[in-house]
């Protein structure tokens, strides 16, 4: 990735995104994601080498979700950002166990635990370690099937 590339990406990250607030609006985003090829980007893992499509992208989606919805027990979202609700190029989502401050406008505001791309991501530093049990809960994903 070149330099301009990477600069563009990270102006995109930090550009401006629209919560998710109900789940309902979040099943129609995973909707619209899983009909496209998307770039699955866990910070604090290597970045992805290609994109994703068809059942490995659904199935992925898919445990994102479950994780989503057994680790954030409120009735609404909220740890969701889509840079486009109607046509997503780019959506942030949040940890649960690790939101930080996920709006915040702060020179070093947190950082989404995942980043679904229509075009391939830059690094994002972290700057806390990924836990133990959620990099093992994911990697089933991942690396097990």
Not at 56 to 68: G, V
Request: glycine share 8%.
């Amino acid at each position: 990735m070149s330099s301009a590339e990477s600069e563009a990406f990270r102006a995109r990250l930090g550009g401006s995104f629209s919560g998710i607030l109900k789940w309902e609006a979040l099943d129609a985003l995973w909707g619209k994601v899983k009909t496209g090829q998307w770039y699955f980007y866990q910070l604090g893992e290597a970045l992805p080498e290609k994109p994703l499509s068809g059942d490995e992208l659904a199935m992925r989606i898919d445990a994102l979700d479950t994780l989503l919805h057994h680790d954030h027990e409120y009735h609404y979202c909220g740890i969701v950002y889509a840079d486009d609700v109607e046509s997503p190029a780019l959506i942030k989502v949040y940890d649960p166990n690790n939101i930080g401050s996920s709006c915040s406008r702060s020179d070093t505001p947190s950082p989404p635990g995942w980043i679904l791309s229509t075009v391939p991501p830059s690094p994002v530093e972290i700057f806390v370690p990924v836990p133990g049990n959620r990099r093992r809960w994911w990697q089933r994903y991942f690396h097990g099937k």
